[in-house]
């Protein structure tokens, strides 16, 4: 079976940062497109960012500067840095598996984690 698992989320004050991880299992990460997506309270997911399965990346304008996504073909993962972190990133925090090349909205991914929990509060 597939299955995406994210860590990192916590509690931080604003202007901290935390590092997200989305571990695979069951396959490769390599020639798929992984986006990271979240999830505020009372709203609708959103993209935060997305490495494609070239290496290439894309950000929501929000996070530019701030964020940056990563992937490690060897530990099969993908990372997301959030730096210089606001009270508005406070959210649920998902990554999503595609075996495409381009960004997608959330309704096209098959393959989701559970999420976690990034609050930015004083």
């Known amino acids: 079976q597939l299955h995406l698992v994210e860590s990192g989320g916590d509690l931080v004050q604003p202007g901290g940062s935390l590092r997200l991880s989305c571990a695979a299992s069951?396959?490769?990460?390599?020639?798929?497109?992984i986006h990271w997506f979240r999830q505020a309270s009372g709203k609708e997911r959103e993209g935060v960012s997305c490495?494609?399965?070239?290496?290439?990346?894309a950000y929501t304008d929000s996070v530019k500067g701030r964020f940056t996504i990563s992937r490690d073909n060897a530990k099969n993962t993908v990372s997301l840095q959030m730096n210089s972190l606001k009270s508005e990133d406070t959210a649920v925090y998902y990554c999503?598996?595609?075996?495409?090349?381009?960004?997608?909205?959330?309704?096209?991914?098959?393959?989701w984690g559970q999420g976690t929990q990034v609050t930015v509060s004083s």
């Open positions: 069951g396959f490769s990460l390599n020639g798929y497109t």
């Open positions: 999503a598996a595609g075996l495409w090349r381009l960004c997608r909205p959330p309704q096209d991914y098959e393959y």
């Open positions: 490495i494609r399965s070239d290496g290439s990346t």
